[in-house]
């Protein structure tokens, strides 16, 4: 899949805890491209990328599959 990135990590805002499972299983062992994220509802601000799940904002890591 060209351009294709997993999500590798999903931390609360601050980045101060993990996300709940439900939330973290949603990327689990799969590969996404950018368009596919944002289709899911992810944003993409640069080096940020934000998901709005349960009420809050979860911070998603990214790195390109290799």
């Given amino acids: 899949m060209l351009g294709a990135y997993?999500?590798?990590e999903v931390r609360s805002a601050d980045g101060s805890?993990?996300?709940?499972?439900?939330?973290?299983?949603r990327f689990?062992?799969?590969?996404f491209t950018l368009h596919q994220l944002e289709e899911?509802?992810?944003r993409i601000a640069g080096a940020n990328v934000?998901?709005?799940?349960s009420g809050q904002d979860w911070?998603?890591?990214l790195e390109?599959?290799?």
């Fill in 59 to 61: 911070q998603l890591k």
């Fill in 40 to 42: 899911r509802g992810v």
């Fill in 28 to 31: 689990e062992g799969r590969l």
């Fill in 17 to 25: 805890s993990p996300a709940p499972q439900e939330i973290s299983e």
């Fill in 6 to 8: 997993r999500v590798v």
């Fill in 64 to 66: 390109p599959a290799v």
């Fill in 50 to 53: 934000w998901y709005l799940a």
